[in-house]
């Protein structure tokens, strides 16, 4: 079964404007870890954010924000004051388990473009 | 700081031949997990090492084999390659006790093309 959903396959936004990412998830740890990936059209494959399902606030970096809904097991991406650059795909991912050698696993990504 | 080095960037394969690609995880970074990434597709998860013993498997084919060696780089070996073979092979690289936090890191990883 998928663990990690991703709704919105392709999504448009115009430059300079917020644009939201969905990601929700399943799982019955409660200790787990979320993160978000960049993967332009050079393949390489870029942390932007993490959250910890003990983490109280919602992370911050730059211009990335997680929104993360707990109870509804959500932690939508958030991307502020969009540029060019920012197109991309967009992989939601998560890590559960109590080790330390516990991998990520990946939804199915959302392909962002920013218009001019 | 280095980061996780994969080598090399590029390959091309006929059908039927063997490859190797090779993992360098960052310095003091005891986990390393390999993935293959198809066209269009998300990454998916084929084997972990931790402190050179496999940690986990995933949909990894009995084509494929790996390990990880003393200086904590690792290798993906796959033989009778496939035109199905032809991917992004991504390694991540993470330290020990980060369970879920932060240090899973990425390298650039390796295209491979089967003909």
């Known amino acids: 079964a998928q663990k990690i959903t991703q709704t919105q396959p392709g999504m448009f936004v115009q430059e300079k404007e917020a644009v939201t990412l969905d990601c929700t998830y399943d799982t019955s740890d409660q200790s787990y870890g979320l993160f978000w990936y960049k993967q332009p059209s050079s393949g390489e494959m870029i942390f932007l954010i993490y959250q910890g399902s003990y983490d109280e606030q919602n992370a911050t970096e730059g211009r990335y924000s997680l929104n993360f809904q707990k109870a509804r097991k959500s932690a939508n991406l958030v991307i502020s004051a969009s540029q060019l650059g920012d197109s991309a795909m967009y992989f939601c991912a998560m890590r559960e388990g109590g080790t330390s050698y516990d991998k990520v696993i990946f939804g199915p990504g959302t392909s962002l473009s920013v218009i001019p | ?115």
């Open chain 2, 1 to 115: 700081a280095a980061g996780v080095i994969q080598s090399p960037r590029h390959l091309i394969k006929e059908k039927r031949e063997t490859a190797t690609l090779k993992c360098y995880p960052i310095s003091r970074h005891d986990t390393v997990y390999w993935y293959q990434q198809g066209p269009g597709q998300d990454p998916q998860f084929l084997i972990s090492f931790y402190e050179k013993m496999q940690s986990d498997k995933g949909s990894i084919p009995d084509r494929f084999s790996a390990q990880q060696f003393s200086d904590y780089h690792s290798e993906l070996n796959m033989s009778s390659l496939e035109l199905g073979d032809s991917a992004l092979y991504f390694c991540a690289s993470s330290p020990r006790g980060t369970a879920r936090g932060y240090g899973y890191t990425f390298g650039s990883g390796t295209r491979l093309t089967v003909v």
